[in-house]
């Protein structure tokens, strides 16, 4: 993660503000996991501590749908989306829908799975790949499977995919990768999968969930993540027999520890999260007061846990000079999920692209700004009087001051 931190130093030797700062647990709060770990000498197949942390994130869901889902823990939530596409025994080289504005992972989850990813559009307000936007496209296309994507933690209307999906007959993955906390089953069909990496509201260093109330897709993918090895009596096949040929993803005792004292604190961070957020996206609305637009969710509800700020400025000409305002301030920014996927040429020739006028707009203006727990109100507004002059109209106006702090940069 190293890479994604660095920040270019401004000339006046000021510090930089990072755009990411993991909000992992200390080593205090994790020494009494790894000292369990420790004595019981078991470090991955399924050890106490993973078992310990699907049975606790499994009790999470209970209360937001029928029952308590099953869960199972994977080595990311890239190989997670990979195996729950093997589970469902898709025919190969099946098409699946998927968003272009979304993580790299998604479209190499589907690939390495034997299948084709088929890129299509997403909503202009919400950013995200809509059951209205994936009816429209399957009217197209013939596909077997939908997987759309929480894009920047935005939970998807579960119901309403559901439905989706029992009209159509189509499986639906949601990849839930940033939404832990927010993105839930309610009395669905749908497989969810999480990631606990490093940079998400719940890190484990690296790791993956996956939930759904079908049990048996969830345990086929547990089984898949110990190389198809037998993990169930009464089967034909042995207990410790090759069933069918998988992979090495499980979650090592490791991960389970630090994602165990995660889990302790998540509501407290989750909480912080959201008033950062909430203080900081009010400091940069009043920097440019109705000039930005930002990811509206249905029912207006926050995200349950952001681990990042994103925003569109008023058109690529602004966003560049922000961008440029920012590096020279020793800023971070981040063109998130740029360029789209339909525009990566080592994508282009594997798969399918529909037109995605929506993505491709939000593409030309989105930008992300330094966004973790610590970045303190005088950061808050250093980046949002960097905004202000970024959206200054130099054809009438003098070069812009910048204030930071106490002190005035002309």
Known sequence: MRAELKTPSPEDGRPGIALLVPDMPSPKALMPWLQRMHEARHYSNFGPLVCELEKRLAARFVGHGRGRPAVTTVSSATTGLELVLQALDLPPGSRVLVPALTFVATATAVLRAGHVPVLCDVDADSWLLTPEIARRACADVEVRAVMP???????????????????????????????????????????????????????????????????????????????????????????????EAGTNAKMSEF????????????????????????????????????????????????????????LRLPGATARSRFEKLCHDDGVGTRRWYQPLLTQMTALQPLCEAMDCPQAQAIAQDLVGVPFFLGLSPADQDRVAALLSAALVDRRHAPRPEVRHGSALVS
């Open 149 to 243: 994507v929480a894009a920047f933690g935005a939970p998807h209307d579960a119901r309403a995919w559901d439905a989706f999906s029992r009209a159509t007959g189509l499986p639906v993955v949601i990849d839930a990768a940033a939404a832990f906390g927010g993105q839930w089953l309610h009395d669905t069909a749908l497989t969810l999968v999480f990631s606990l990496h490093t940079t998400k509201s719940l890190p484990a260093g690296e790791g993956g969930l996956v939930v759904s109330h079908d049990d048996a897709l969830v345990a086929r993918v547990r089984q898949l993540s110990n190389f198809g090895i037998n993990l169930q009596a009464r089967r034909k096949v042995p207990v410790g027999a090759l069933a």
């Open 255 to 310: 991960h389970a520890a630090v994602g165990l004292a995660s889990l302790e604190r998540w509501d407290e961070r989750a909480a912080l999260r959201r008033d950062t957020f909430a203080r900081y996206a009010g400091v940069l609305e009043a920097a440019a007061p109705g000039r930005l637009r930002w990811q509206r969710l249905a029912g207006g509800e926050p995200v349950a846990a952001p681990v990042g700020m994103c």
